[in-house]
C-alpha cells in the first residue's frame, strides 16, 4: 500500500470515528425524539411535520452549505461547525415543553445541513484512492456502530430505572449523558484536520492518468439529474423512525425501552448491508470498466422499501421486528451507495454543489412524506401503508431510466 493510500486509510478511519461519536449523540436523541414528544404532549401529526420539517431544512440548507463550500473551499470550517451545532442535542435535557424541544431538533438538523456537503467532499476526496463505494462503507460502518450505541444509552438506562412508562425526567437524563460523546467528536475531527488538511491533493493523485487528458467538465450530468430524481421519488415514500417509533409507543407495540432497542438494532443492519452494497457497487464499476455501472445496486432501494411500511405500521411484534430490520438495510443503501454515487457523477470543482444539490432533493421528499404520511396516520394507518407501497413502485420505473443512462 503507498503512503497516499495508508493517508487516505487514516482519514477514512478519523471521520469513522467522527461519524461514531457524532451518531451516538444525534442517533441516539433520534431513536426517542417520537415518543419523548409525544411524552411532551404532541400528536402524530405534529411528530411527523416536525420530523419532516427539521429533515428538509437539514437538507435544503446543504445546496446552500455545498455551494459556498466549493466557492470558498472552506470544506474544514463547514465541517467545524456543522458538528459544533450538536450541542443542541445534550440541550434537549433542559426542555419542558415541545415547542422548545423542536427548536433544538431542528437546530441539530441545520447543523449537519452545514457539515454533511463539505465532510463527505472531503470523504470522497480519500475514497478516491481505495474505491468510492468502500471507503464510504469503511466510514459508514463505524458510523453505525455509534448508531447503536446512542440508542443502546436509552435503552440500558430505561432497562435500570425499571418498568413501567418513562417520565419527562427520564428521557432528559438520557439526553444529559450525550455531552460525552460531543466532546470526543470535536477531538476527532482536530486529529483529522491536524493529519490532512488538504484532503483534495489525494483524489489528484487517484485520478490524474500518466498521459494529459481533456479538461474536466464543470457542469452537472445529464445523469446526475435522473440520479436525483430517482432519490426524490424513492425517499418520498421511505418511511421516518420518528413516526415509527410513534406508532411503536401509541399502539404500544413495544415498551418505551424496546424502541430505541429496535433503532439500534437497525443501525447494526445497516452498518453489514452498507459493507456489502458499498463492496458491490464497486465490483459492478470495475467490471463494465464504468463509474457510473454501480447505480444499478439502487434498485434494491425501492424494491426493499416498499415491504416496509406494510410491517412496521402493524401492530405484530415479529412483523415490526422485520419491517424494522429491512428499514435497516434499506438506511445501509441510502447512506453508501447514494452518497458515493455523488462522487462518481460529479466533477470535483462541482462535488460540493453535487452533494448539496442531491441533499436538498432528499430532504425536501424526507419533508413531504414525513408531513403527509403523519397527517395521514390520523385518520387511517391503512391509507398510510397503500400510499407508501404506491411511491415505491412508481420509483421503479424512474431507475430503469437511469440505469440507461448509465450504461451508455
Not at 443501525?267 to 452498507?274: E, H, K, P, Q
Not at 407501497?389 to 430503469?400: N, R, S
Request: glycine fraction near 10%.
Amino acid at each position: 500500500m503507498n503512503n497516499q493510500k495508508k493517508t487516505a486509510f487514516k482519514l477514512i478511519l478519523l471521520f469513522g470515528l467522527v461519524s461514531l461519536f457524532g451518531d451516538m449523540v444525534y442517533e441516539g436523541a433520534r431513536s426517542v425524539n417520537g415518543p419523548y414528544l409525544k411524552t411532551l404532549g404532541a400528536n402524530a401529526a405534529i411528530v411527523g411535520l416536525v420530523a419532516g420539517l427539521a429533515e428538509f431544512l437539514g437538507y435544503a440548507v446543504r445546496l446552500f452549505a455545498g455551494y459556498f463550500a466549493d466557492k470558498t473551499k472552506a470544506y474544514w470550517l463547514f465541517t467545524f461547525l456543522g458538528y459544533g451545532l450538536l450541542i443542541s442535542v445534550p440541550l434537549l435535557a433542559l426542555t419542558g415543553i415541545w415547542q422548545v424541544a423542536v427548536v433544538f431538533i431542528i437546530i441539530e438538523r441545520l447543523g449537519k445541513a452545514l457539515r454533511s456537503p463539505a465532510k463527505d467532499t472531503i470523504l470522497s476526496q480519500a475514497a478516491k484512492q481505495v474505491g468510492t463505494g468502500f471507503g464510504f462503507a469503511i466510514a459508514e460502518v463505524l458510523d453505525q456502530i455509534g448508531a447503536i450505541s446512542g440508542p443502546l444509552i436509552f435503552s440500558i438506562l430505561f432497562v435500570i430505572i425499571g418498568k413501567g412508562d418513562r417520565s419527562l425526567t427520564d428521557y432528559q437524563h438520557g439526553y444529559s449523558l450525550l455531552w460525552i460523546p460531543l466532546a470526543l467528536v470535536l477531538l476527532c475531527i482536530f486529529f483529522a484536520y491536524r493529519a490532512v488538511p488538504h484532503p483534495e491533493v489525494l483524489e489528484i493523485s487517484a485520478t490524474n492518468p500518466p498521459e494529459p487528458q481533456p479538461p474536466e467538465s464543470d457542469k452537472l450530468s445529464k445523469i446526475f439529474w435522473i440520479y436525483t430524481g430517482f432519490t426524490f421519488v424513492t425517499t418520498l415514500g421511505f418511511a421516518n423512525f420518528a413516526l415509527i417509533g410513534f406508532h411503536f409507543k401509541a399502539r404500544h407495540v413495544l415498551a418505551d425501552a424496546q424502541i430505541p432497542l429496535f433503532y439500534a438494532l437497525a443501525m447494526g443492519v445497516d452498518a453489514l448491508a452498507a459493507m456489502a452494497i458499498g463492496k458491490t457497487y464497486d465490483i459492478f464499476k470495475a467490471k463494465r470498466s464504468n463509474e457510473k455501472a454501480g447505480l444499478i445496486t439502487l434498485i434494491a432501494i425501492p424494491v426493499f422499501s416498499l415491504l416496509i411500511p406494510g410491517l412496521v405500521f402493524s401492530t405484530k411484534f415479529s412483523w415490526v421486528l422485520t419491517g424494522v430490520i429491512i428499514w435497516g438495510i434499506v438506511m445501509g443503501c441510502h447512506e453508501t451507495v447514494m452518497k458515493s454515487a455523488i462522487a462518481d457523477l460529479t466533477p470535483l470543482a462541482k462535488r460540493g454543489t453535487g452533494y448539496g444539490i442531491f441533499n436538498a432533493a432528499y430532504g425536501l421528499a424526507i419533508f413531504i412524506g414525513s408531513a403527509f404520511t403523519g397527517l395521514l396516520y390520523e385518520y387511517s394507518i391503512s391509507a398510510v401503508i397503500i400510499i407508501s407501497i404506491f411511491i415505491e413502485i412508481a420509483a421503479i420505473p424512474v431507475f430503469f431510466i437511469m440505469r440507461k443512462e448509465a450504461l451508455k
